[in-house]
Every structure is written in structure tokens, then in C-alpha cells.
């Protein structure tokens, strides 16, 4: 399984990005993708996952602002990002797993499987 996460750039705060996870080898039909990030010189945090029911976590800090969903193919999870601020800049990396219990899935080091990040730059 690889996952391919892409779709980060340079915006200004209160703009939008979606950010795209991409599954290669197996389908997200019956796993968990969740979206973390990393900000230079700070351990990596939970963003947002979706479980194989289609149940959705966020953390606190995004939670309203980021919306994470995937396409009906169940091949690719989207992590749409509104009313961005400085503080959202980071690398985001995606991760599945097949195996996950629920209370694992704000846990990093729980995920099998990771995508190679994209960073997000968020400007003031």
C-alpha cells in the first residue's frame, strides 16, 4: 500500500486549500485515513480522520474550520481547509490503517501506513 498526499502550497490567512490522500495497492473502503501535521520543531498532532463507517474526528484546534471526506470510489480522502491561519502551517501527512480501534485514531504511531506529506504555508 503507498498513499500519495499532495495538494499543499503558499496561501494567505483566511484562504482555502484541500489537500488530496491518494491510495495505491488497496482501497480505503474498510480503513482509517487520518490527516496529521507537523510544524518545524513540534511533534506531529492529529488533524482530522474518517473511519470505514464514514464517522469524522477532528481536533479542537480545526474543528470547524476542516472537513475531511473521501470520493465514492473510496480510493482518495480530501482534507478541505477554510478560513486558514499562521498557526495551520506544517507538513501534512496522511496515514491509513486496516486495523484501528477507535481509540487509537488520534495516535500517530498507531497508523501502518503513510504518505510522504505536503507543506502547508499559511502567510499573515
Known amino acids: 500500500v503507498q498513499l500519495q498526499a499532495s495538494g499543499g502550497g503558499l496561501v494567505q490567512a483566511g484562504e482555502s486549500l484541500r489537500l488530496s490522500c491518494a491510495a495505491s495497492g488497496r482501497s480505503f473502503s474498510s480503513g482509517t485515513v487520518g490527516w496529521f501535521r507537523q510544524a518545524p520543531g513540534k511533534e506531529r498532532e492529529f488533524v482530522a480522520v474518517i473511519r470505514r463507517d464514514g464517522n469524522t474526528y477532528y481536533a479542537e484546534s480545526v474543528k470547524g474550520r476542516v472537513t475531511i471526506s473521501r470520493d465514492s470510489a473510496k480510493t482518495t480522502v480530501y482534507l478541505q481547509m477554510n478560513s486558514l491561519k499562521p498557526e495551520d502551517t506544517a507538513v501534512y501527512y496522511c496515514?491509513?490503517?486496516?486495523?484501528?480501534?477507535?481509540?487509537?485514531?488520534?495516535?500517530?504511531?498507531?497508523?501502518?501506513?503513510w504518505g510522504q506529506g505536503t507543506l502547508v504555508t499559511v502567510s499573515s
Open positions: 496515514a491509513a490503517d486496516w486495523h484501528l480501534i477507535l481509540s487509537s485514531i488520534r495516535t500517530a504511531a498507531d497508523y501502518d501506513y
